[in-house]
């Protein structure tokens, strides 16, 4: 088992920033990859960003150049750098673990709400 925990969600104004932290706990040693996904009202959820143990990393069309994704393996931390923040941003995030046999692990969800 994998626990995550996600935090730094919040509202902030278009044009904005916010950083999005996950820890991550338990069995990590067969997680491989980790990533962000998130679900806004009405719509599937959607992937954000992913990173892999070797540091490859795959972003939606919709977020590249403006969000990063980043790994800190010694911290069991992951983060995601939301720059440039649109309306079409706001949702609920989620952090998501997959290990070897590709059982996905998920957080709880942090808020991001993008308005002025």
């Known amino acids: 088992q994998v626990q995550l925990v996600e935090s730094g969600g919040g509202l902030v104004q278009p044009g904005g920033s916010l950083r999005l932290s996950c820890f991550a706990s338990?069995?990590?040693?067969?997680?491989?990859?980790m990533g962000w996904y998130r679900q806004a009202p009405g719509k599937q959820r959607e992937l954000v960003a992913s990173?892999?143990?070797?540091?490859?990393?795959n972003y939606a069309d919709s977020v590249k150049g403006r969000f990063l994704i980043s790994r800190h393996t010694a911290q069991n931390t992951m983060a995601l750098q939301m720059n440039s923040l649109e309306s079409e941003d706001t949702a609920v995030y989620y952090c998501?673990?997959?290990?070897?046999?590709?059982?996905?692990?998920w957080g709880q969800g942090t808020q991001v709400t993008v308005s002025s």
């Open positions: 338990g069995n990590i040693f067969s997680v491989v990859a």
């Open positions: 998501n673990a997959q290990n070897r046999m590709h059982i996905d692990y």
């Open positions: 990173i892999t143990n070797g540091g490859a990393t």
